[in-house]
């Protein structure tokens, strides 16, 4: 900045006011580059953790019995999520929850059915399609593995004040529904 500049700026407010805002911004997108590089490391960490099927296996151990994990205990999570939504779900829509094409989807879900945690379902509204539906040994493997989950964090959080365990219940929920609608990945429920 030339003196003539500065000189001029120096008597004006709105040039200062502009210029600690500049300083500040500057601090603060530091600050959002940080934290958002945190939360970044904290998902990679998350999902490593899930494709080395680490909470599965400490689930198999509790339950005592093999828990599927990986993509064959996910068809199940899809057809819950889709059934709490009020919402029909058919190999289609596995497809599209998992990111895998039809066949794969398809094996999957046979997979799934032969175990007899999902039935399939002629659709009422569309005869030529069919609808998956979790059975009841299919929702008590559901509620064996929901119940697992949740003493996990309610043990990693155990020593969390009441508010900071809300917020983070409020947070982490908003943060996914928003990751999910701007990666278009279908509901997170």
Known sequence: MHDA???GA??????????????ADAETDAE??????????????????????????????????PVPGGAAFDVLDVVEAAEERGE????????????????????LVAAAVQ???LRREADQTDGRRTLLAVTPDGRELLET???????????????WPAADRAAFARLFTRFMDDFGAASGAPGTD
Do not use: Y
């Not at 490391?41 to 400490?58: D, W």
């Not at 989950?149 to 959080?157: D, S």
């Open 10 to 23: 120096a008597g004006d407010p709105d040039v200062e006011v502009a210029a600690i805002d500049a300083e």
């Open 145 to 159: 593995v929901h119940t697992f989950r949740r003493a996990m964090v309610a043990r990693v959080t155990r020593d």
């Open 5 to 7: 500049e500065r000189d």
């Open 88 to 107: 029909p779900a058919g190999v289609r829509e596995v497809a599209d929850a998992l990111r895998v094409d039809q066949p794969r989807a398809s094996k």
């Open 115 to 117: 175990a007899g945690h």
């Open 32 to 65: 959002v580059s940080a934290e958002v590089a945190a939360i970044e490391r904290a998902m990679v960490a998350l999902r490593r953790s899930s494709a080395r099927r680490t909470l599965a296996r400490r689930a198999e151990r509790q339950a005592g019995a």
